[in-house]
C-alpha cells in the first residue's frame, strides 16, 4: 500500500482577508500611541490573546503581556477593530483563540509639542480700537524632546 500522507483540513479557521501584510498594514494604521506613553518615552510590545468567532468577530480579547501607559489599552482597542473573513463548515460552529503581538515605537526625532498663545490683553485693545482687523497677535511654540 502506497505512503500517503496527505494533511487534510476537516474545518475551515477565519482568516485575515488580503493575508499578513494587509493584516500588519490595518494595525499599523489604526494604531494611535497614547499620550501617556510618549509622555513617558515608553516603548515595548504587547501582546493580546482573542478568539475570532466563524462570524468573523473578534471577542474575548485581553493582556498577556502589557507595558502600561495607555497601550494596553490600545492595543485591545485596535484588536477589537479587526474583522476576519466569515467561514462556513456544514453548520459546525468555530471559535479559534490566536494571538498578536502589538509593538510601540516611539517616532524617530522624538516628540513635537505644539502650543499656541494670544495675550488677552491684546486681544482686548485690537477688538476695541478696529473693528475691521479683529486679529489678535498670535504666538506659536515648538517644543521638541
Do not use: W
Not at 48 to 75: F, M, P, Q
Not at 76 to 88: A, D, N
Not at 112 to 141: H, L
Amino acid at each position: 500500500m502506497p505512503d500517503h500522507h496527505n494533511k487534510k483540513t476537516f474545518l475551515k479557521l477565519p482568516k485575515y482577508s488580503g493575508g499578513s501584510s494587509a493584516f500588519r498594514e490595518f494595525i499599523a494604521s489604526s494604531l494611535r500611541y497614547p499620550e501617556a506613553a510618549l509622555e513617558a518615552r515608553v516603548e515595548g510590545s504587547v501582546i493580546v490573546e482573542y478568539d475570532i468567532h466563524d462570524n468573523g468577530t473578534v471577542r474575548h480579547a485581553h493582556v498577556l503581556k502589557g507595558i502600561g501607559h495607555g497601550c494596553d489599552e490600545e492595543a485591545l482597542r485596535v484588536v477589537g477593530l479587526l474583522r476576519f473573513e466569515t467561514v462556513k463548515n456544514r453548520g459546525v460552529r468555530v471559535k479559534m483563540t490566536t494571538k498578536t503581538t502589538i509593538n510601540f515605537k516611539l517616532p524617530p526625532g522624538g516628540v513635537q509639542i505644539n502650543y499656541t498663545s494670544a495675550p488677552k490683553d491684546e486681544v482686548k485693545k485690537n477688538s476695541e480700537k478696529d473693528q475691521n482687523n479683529p486679529e489678535p497677535v498670535v504666538y506659536n511654540y515648538t517644543i521638541s524632546l
